[in-house]
Every structure is written in structure tokens, then in C-alpha cells.
């Protein structure tokens, strides 16, 4: 799925996703694959899986496209 980050607190370590079917999606620091590129800024296209979670959905094996 892919999706364009939406905002994220580096302090916190976590933020959020909009899908492409405009779908909000949660994703922690420990989800991005290519931890080099955390810097995750508003409107960066990102490619994820879906993981259910207790608390709804969660993005998963969460990549910074090009």
C-alpha cells in the first residue's frame, strides 16, 4: 500500500499515514525500514503493509520512496 506521510514527532517516535484511499494509518520509528531516512516530512510518499493491531490498524515494513 502506499500512502504519504501526514505528520510525524521525531521526539515521540511515531506518526501518522494517509493512504491513498484517504485512510488514516498509524506508524511507529520501529516500523521505517530504511531507518536512515527517519526524518519522515510532511507529504513524503511512503510504500507499507497493514498489521492489525488491538487498537485498529498499524503500518508495517514501512519504506521512503525516491
Same mark, same amino acid.
Do not use: C
Given at each position: 500500500?502506499?500512502?504519504?506521510?501526514?505528520?510525524?514527532?521525531?521526539?515521540?517516535?511515531?506518526?501518522?499515514?494517509?493512504?491513498?484511499?484517504?485512510?488514516?494509518?498509524?506508524?511507529?520509528?520501529? +516500523?521505517?525500514?530504511?531507518?536512515?531516512?527517519?526524518?519522515?516530512?510532511?507529504?513524503? +510518499?511512503?510504500?507499507?503493509?497493514?498489521?492489525?493491531?488491538?487498537?485498529?490498524?498499524?503500518?508495517?515494513?514501512?519504506?521512503?520512496?525516491?
Amino acid at each position: 500500500m502506499q500512502g504519504k506521510v501526514k505528520w510525524y514527532d521525531n521526539g515521540r517516535g511515531f506518526g501518522v499515514i494517509e493512504t491513498e484511499k484517504g485512510e488514516e494509518v498509524i506508524f511507529t520509528r520501529v +516500523a521505517v525500514e530504511n531507518a536512515g531516512r527517519i526524518s519522515q516530512r510532511a507529504k513524503e +510518499a511512503v510504500e507499507f503493509d497493514i498489521k492489525k493491531v488491538p487498537r485498529g490498524k498499524e503500518a508495517a515494513n514501512l519504506h521512503v520512496l525516491s
